[in-house]
């Protein structure tokens, strides 16, 4: 049994190789990614943390409400939790910025940083009783980072506000 080569005299795999660079070309001009997502990707890719721990959250007073609910004017309370410690958020809206006000519960955080995708993150200060508060910040996705007292991190996990 002898190897065919293809008839333009290419080897196979370079026939193959012409043909997924043909079919990405075409399919980025036909479909192409939006920049506002390859921005925010890149983002949250850079904003990792091996060490830290996740609070994820655990409630979100959008998630199950009407329509009407959503859009009305009353705060969105989200709540993220890591073993005991628990960070409440209440999020407002005004028209394409938001305003978030909490409180960090279970632990004491020597920094606190509210990271929103696609810009610079932003320092909140944090009174004794674990408060804080920050506004304007723009609509998208965010996540607050906290520096702890005992030397670990506590990053939330990306919430769409």
């Not at 655990?58 to 959503?70: C, P």
């Not at 929103?116 to 910040?137: E, I, K, M, N, Y």
């Amino acid at each position: 049994m002898t190897d065919q080569q293809p008839s333009d005299g290419q080897r196979p795999d370079a026939a193959d190789d012409q043909l997924l660079a043909d079919l990405r070309r075409v399919a980025a001009e036909a479909d192409p990614v939006p920049e506002a997502l390859i921005t925010t990707a890149r983002a949250a890719f850079g904003l990792r943390e091996i060490d830290a721990r996740v609070a994820e959250l655990v409630r979100d007073s959008a998630v199950g409400a009407s329509a009407t609910a959503v859009r009305g004017l009353g705060a969105r309370m989200l709540s993220f939790e890591a073993a005991d410690t628990v960070i409440e958020c209440e999020v407002t809206a005004r028209g394409a910025r938001r305003d978030v006000i909490g409180q960090l519960v279970g632990a004491v955080t020597a920094l606190l940083q509210v990271q929103v995708a696609g810009a610079r993150a932003v320092d909140v200060p944090v009174d004794d009783h674990g408060r804080f508060s920050v506004g304007d910040l723009p609509a998208g996705p965010f996540r607050l980072r906290c520096s702890l007292a005992d030397g670990s991190t506590l990053l939330t996990s990306w919430t769409a506000v």
